[in-house]
């Protein structure tokens, strides 16, 4: 059974259909990229794994246990956590407590303390950063304290909603070195991210998504050799 496994998945908001039908799966320790145009439904489907939305019909089961029907904090403490489009930073508060609100769901507080001295060797900008209100950051600051945040909850597997976006091409590579560290240290991910060849290029296994539905679907590596997927999304 695949860690993450979402099944004919229909979500609409109003009479607009976003999603018609759309299956994935993600196996445990996985990289999983999802690709597609602006619109495509790509945000939805995170946010409806996630629990912001509740789906027509189909279903989304995490970890052996179907998670469609649960509240949003209740699938974060499932450990399936999400890193959200524009960061989603609290810009009036610290660094340091925005970590420290990654690890709502947690009590052990002498491992929580030990975490956040762990973020500053995985993000070593953020210890510079520490006491700085989250909101004066840059754009790729706010990245890693969204990235770093959501690693405080520890969790099983990271949904990542377009890390890079608005973020200069030095800092680019920096969010897409530190995917590459955070799932080598065994977090499963599903990434969906704009920049189609660089994710593509670091991901197990990939899914194109257009109006709805899953057009294409294949191995990393395979898609990005992939004529139609080079068309569409690579130039």
Same mark, same amino acid.
Request: proline share 3%.
């Given at each position: ?45 995170? #946010?409806? +794994?996630? /629990?912001? $939305?509740?789906? @027509? ?8 246990? %179907?998670? !469609? ?17 524009? #960061?989603? +930073?609290? /810009?009036? $508060?610290?660094? @340091? ?8 769901? %947690?009590? !052990? ?23 700085? $209100? ?102």
């Amino acid at each position: 059974m695949p860690y993450l496994e979402v099944d004919d998945l229909h979500v609409g908001y109003g009479q607009i259909a976003a999603l018609k039908g759309v299956s994935l799966s993600v196996e445990k320790g996985q990289l999983v990229t999802l690709v597609g145009a602006n619109g495509a439904g790509k945000t939805t489907l995170l #946010r409806t +794994i996630s /629990g912001l $939305l509740r789906p @027509s019909r189909g279903s989304v089961n995490f970890d052996g246990q %179907r998670i !469609d029907a649960m509240e949003a904090h209740k699938i974060a403490g499932t450990g399936l956590v999400q890193v959200p489009e524009g #960061r989603r +930073i609290f /810009g009036r $508060l610290t660094v @340091s407590e925005n970590l420290e609100l990654g690890a709502f769901t %947690r009590n !052990d507080k002498a491992e929580i303390m030990a975490d956040k001295e762990r973020m500053m060797t995985v993000f070593p900008r953020l210890k510079e950063r520490f006491r700085q $209100l989250a909101g004066t950051l840059s754009g790729g600051e706010q990245q890693m304290v969204a990235t770093a945040r959501a690693l405080m909850a520890r969790p099983k597997a990271l949904l990542m909603d377009e890390p890079t976006m608005g973020l200069s091409p030095i800092m680019v590579e920096q969010v897409f070195d530190t995917i590459q560290t955070i799932h080598a240290q065994g977090v499963t991910i599903l990434l969906v991210e704009q920049n189609a060849l660089m994710a593509l290029s670091v991901a197990d296994y990939g899914y194109v998504l257009e109006s709805g539905h899953i057009v294409l679907e294949g191995q990393g590596d395979a898609l990005v050799d992939d004529e139609r997927v080079r068309h569409a999304y690579l130039g």
